[in-house]
Nanobody
Framework: QVQLVESGGGLVQAGGSLRISCSAS????????MGWYRQAPGKQREFVAR???????MYADSVKGRFTISRDNAKNTVYLQMSSLKPEDTAVYYC?????????????WGQGTQVTVSS
C-alpha cells in the first residue's frame, strides 16, 4: 500500500502563487506516475497535472503555462507550483499515484488539500 499526504494549501489572492506538496510512503517502489487532480464545489474531479518517474510531464489545458509539477524522487515528494492563480482554480486538490506511467484511474489518493483563490 501507498500513503499520500498533501500539504501547503490555503487562501491566496487572484494573481498570486502557491505551492502544494505531496509526500508518499509505504510501498513507494511500485509508484511510477504521481500528480494532481482537483474538485471544485458542485463539479467532477478533474485531472490537473502528472509527472512520471522519468520526469515527463503532462498538464490540463486550463493550467498549462501557469502550473508547474516537479518531483523529488529521493524525498518521494511531488510538488505543484501554482502561479497566476484565478478564482476558478479554487478546489480541493488531491494527490494521486499510479503504478503505471499514466495517471488515469489512479491506484492511490491523498486526502486532499483546500486551495482557495479570492478575487
Amino acid at each position: 500500500q501507498v500513503q499520500l499526504v498533501e500539504s501547503g494549501g490555503g487562501l491566496v489572492q487572484a494573481g498570486g502563487s502557491l505551492r502544494i506538496s505531496c509526500s508518499a510512503s509505504g510501498s513507494i517502489f511500485s509508484i511510477n506516475a504521481m500528480g494532481w487532480y482537483r474538485q471544485a464545489p458542485g463539479k467532477q474531479r478533474e485531472f490537473v497535472a502528472r509527472i512520471s518517474s522519468g520526469g515527463s510531464t503532462m498538464y490540463a489545458d486550463s493550467v498549462k503555462g501557469r502550473f508547474t509539477i516537479s518531483r523529488d524522487n529521493a524525498k518521494n515528494t511531488v510538488y505543484l507550483q501554482m502561479s497566476s492563480l484565478k478564482p476558478e482554480d479554487t478546489a480541493v486538490y488531491y494527490c494521486a499515484a499510479n503504478n503505471r506511467r499514466t495517471l488515469l484511474n489512479p491506484d492511490y489518493w491523498g486526502q486532499g488539500t483546500q486551495v482557495t483563490v479570492s478575487s
